[in-house]
């Protein structure tokens, strides 16, 4: 949890009393602790870094401008209004001149208003029709993504892997465009797929089948987020979107293809705390017995870098916590405390961190 501990440290330092400049102030630090770590704010929709993400930031900025523009040619004719002809001390008492009905006024404040939604209307479905109707060319890499309360399951449906809470993607560029193509479903209830800087939210419905795609333009860390309320834990339903150099992403696609070290050793001491256990009914490790899928697969589990779909880092100390008792850190999830002695834990969480 490296940004939220660096903002929370921050907290207590910071001497403002007043709650904006204290927000502001946060804001700064939290983007700098950001930057610091090469990653991509959560809620940077000003900074699209992919096609379908910039589309509909240009449309929202045209649509910013329209309104601001409506706003102070308004609001300035108003406040001219008041300040020019307003009552003032020793003007008559009297009613002005009262006038009805302009024919001109009335064509214009009609006319106007309906070329605006024309124009708006019209943005919207191209750049709608453009996202949507993009056709996906044969190599584009396909995912499958699985909303779950509360984490996402991620297939690769061309490269055999599956993986949980973060993907990785390669870079995309305007000599060698390189497109990931999502396809969005869910085991349960409705939530939304959204990683602001690659594109816009896509619901994730039970019994339909959603589809979106990304061209990420920067290496880098993506943050994402559920983005319709699913329940309890659906704020700590994030996710994040690794994009990689072509090399780093053959590489990352080659590790996961690969039986896991010890998991390919079977019945090690380590390993049967973990495959004799009643995790394996809901957990997945390629070529042992544990074949769940009620839970993330696990049989990578460290190249993962946080876990629980949180922004908790995946470090020994924390799977330990985690596993004690799932729901302190993160109450009213569906995985539960296993009864196990500490002896046991400590020989599965070394098990688990075997999990390359
Ligand atoms: Cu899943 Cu909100």
Redesign the pocket.
């Known amino acids: 949890m490296p940004n939220h501990a660096k903002s929370g440290s921050a907290r207590s330092r910071v001497p403002w009393r007043n709650p904006l400049l204290r927000s502001l102030g946060l804001l700064l630090l939290f983007g700098g602790a950001l930057a610091a770590q090469s990653m991509h704010a959560v809620g940077n929709i000003f900074k699209p870094l992919a096609t379908p993400a910039e589309e509909v930031s240009d449309l929202s900025i045209l649509t910013l401008a329209i309104c601001a523009t409506i706003f102070v040619v308004v609001g300035g004719l108003m406040a001219y209004a008041v300040i020019r002809f307003g009552y003032r001390h020793g003007d008559s008492a009297a009613e002005p001149p009262q006038v009805y009905g302009s024919r001109q006024v009335e064509i214009a404040w009609t006319v106007v208003p309906i070329l605006i939604v024309f124009v708006l209307t019209m943005a919207t479905a191209r750049v709608d029709s453009a996202v949507q109707d993009h056709r996906m060319p044969a190599d584009a890499l396909k995912i499958t993504v699985i909303?779950h309360?509360?984490w996402w399951e991620f297939r690769y449906t061309d490269l055999n892997i599956v993986t949980a809470n973060e993907i990785h993607v390669p870079l995309s560029s305007i000599a060698k465009p390189r497109l990931t193509e999502l396809t969005l479903k869910s085991a349960d209830v409705a939530?939304?797929f959204w990683v602001p800087q690659l594109a816009g939210k896509t619901d994730v419905i039970p019994g339909r089948t959603n589809h979106m795609w990304i061209d990420p333009k920067e290496l880098g860390i993506y943050l994402g987020n559920?983005s319709?309320?699913?329940g309890t834990q659906?704020a700590r339903?994030e996710l994040r979107v690794i994009v990689d150099s072509d090399e780093d992403f053959a590489k990352w696609v080659a590790n996961q293809q690969t039986p896991s070290a010890k998991a390919a050793e079977g019945s090690t001491d380590i390993s049967s705390a973990f495959t004799a256990s009643a995790c394996i009914a809901c957990h997945t490790v390629g070529g042992t017995r544990a074949r769940g899928k009620m839970g993330p697969d696990l049989t990578h589990l460290m190249s993962r870098e946080t876990i629980a779909a949180m922004e908790t880092p995946n470090n020994a100390e924390n799977l330990r916590e985690w596993i004690k008792d799932p729901q302190k850190m993160k109450p009213g999830n569906k995985m539960p405390a296993v009864k196990i002695s500490d002896a046991q834990l400590d020989r599965m969480v070394a098990y688990l961190t075997t999990l390359q």
Request: hydrophobic letters at 20%; one cysteine or more; aromatic letters at 18%.
């Open positions: 909303g309360q509360w939530h939304g559920c319709e309320y699913c659906h339903m």
